[in-house]
């Protein structure tokens, strides 16, 4: 039987050479090892032997990064709150002195 000749020169790739990626719920892959398969242009965990598709890792990293840097610029609030109040404390602490200073008095 011939084959059409418009399919003719598609070329069949090996199973073999397409790796499965897993699912969202199964990429949860943690580890750090992770390598660059260069020739198939996808990533792969040296400790799990998954393959991580390069778009899912890239979003990933950009959200653990939005992350980090949300709770910097939150930690960095929080420190300002802090910094202020310690300010009004040793503001107390200075006005009750004094106080005390008066009312020691003879
Ligand atoms: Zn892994």
Redesign the pocket.
């Known amino acids: 039987m011939r084959e059409p000749e418009h399919t003719a020169n598609i070329i069949q790739l090996r199973s073999t050479l397409i790796p499965e990626f897993p699912s969202r719920e199964q990429s949860s ?3 750090s ?2 390598v660059v398969v260069e020739d198939q242009r996808l990533l792969l ?6 393959w991580i598709d390069p778009f899912e890792y890239l979003l990933r990293w950009a959200a653990r990064d939005w992350a980090a840097a949300k709770r910097v610029i939150e930690y960095r609030q929080d420190l300002e709150k802090l910094i202020t109040r310690i300010r009004q404390l040793k503001k107390e602490e200075r006005n009750i002195k004094a106080r005390l200073r008066r009312l020691n008095k003879p």
């Open positions: 892959c943690h580890h090892n992770i965990c040296k400790d799990c032997q998954l």
